[in-house]
Nanobody, 114 residues
Framework: QVQLVESGGGLVQPGGSLRLSCAASGIIFTAAAMGWFRQAPGKQRELVASITAIGNTNYADSVKGRFTISRDNAKRTVYLQMNSLNADDTAVYYC????????WGQGTQVTVSS
């Protein structure tokens, strides 16, 4: 059974940074392409960053150059470093398989506000 536990969210001022973490269990983590998704109020969930099993990354245009996804296979954890945050980044952030095919975790709230 897949279990995904996201953490690291919070309230941050515009221009600030946060680092999200996602601990995964119940999967063969080293073989999985992982993704970070977000869902803002009234909007559909969207993929913002993904990383393949061998470390190739891809980003949504809206976060390119500001967000960095990485993974630590030994810790079965995927990270999302978020810099230069703005109000449009306010959302609940989730990790999942890059296709979003697993059960969703509880997510972690990121609020960008002054």
């Amino acid at each position: 059974q897949v279990q995904l536990v996201e953490s690291g969210g919070g309230l941050v001022q515009p221009g600030g940074s946060l680092r999200l973490s996602c601990a995964a269990s119940g999967i063969i983590f080293t073989a999985a392409a992982m993704g970070w998704f977000r869902q803002a109020p009234g909007k559909q969930r969207e993929l913002v960053a993904s990383i393949t099993a061998i470390g190739n990354t891809n980003y949504a245009d809206s976060v390119k150059g500001r967000f960095t996804i990485s993974r630590d296979n030994a810790k079965r954890t995927v990270y999302l470093q978020m810099n230069s945050l703005n109000a449009d980044d306010t959302a609940v952030y989730y990790c999942n398989h890059a296709t979003g095919r697993w059960a969703w975790g509880q997510g972690t709230q990121v609020t960008v506000s002054s």
